[in-house]
């Protein structure tokens, strides 16, 4: 049996890892305007759906967001959306920001949209908010 020195195999299982542990759960915040809905679907991956409403245009996306060492990552015709643990809530960071234009109206945006954590409202949400089309949740 071969003896590993602690430190390496500490080092070895943190970069294994995502920078924060799930993004599973109904976040709510902007008083309910905005929402990230997220559930396992397997090793590392999560089913995500995400809706923000912001001064009356919309945003809308959903798919599957896959463990990457420093959050998760959704990719949907050609947008690709980061999710990220930053001082106590996910963030999200599209790249490039155009490319995920066509899932928002003309003054909404994706990138920069911040769920705290405060605002997980459950751990476990309903199955069925994964079987609705996404014009007709409204789960805050």
Sequence with gaps: MMN???PVLAGFLLTAAPAFADPAGL???????SFLIGQPAGDDAFDVRIISWQGGFHCGIDGTAHAM???????SQGCALELREESGAIRLAASPPE??????GAQATLNGLTFPRSG??????????FERDLGE????
């Design 4 to 6: 590993f020195p602690k």
């Design 27 to 33: 976040y709510c915040t902007d008083g309910g305007d």
């Design 69 to 75: 060492p420093d959050g998760w990552l959704l990719e």
């Design 99 to 104: 490319a995920c234009a066509p899932f928002c």
């Design 120 to 129: 997980r409202m459950t751990e476990s949400p309903d199955p069925s908010l």
């Design 137 to 140: 949740l409204d789960p805050c």
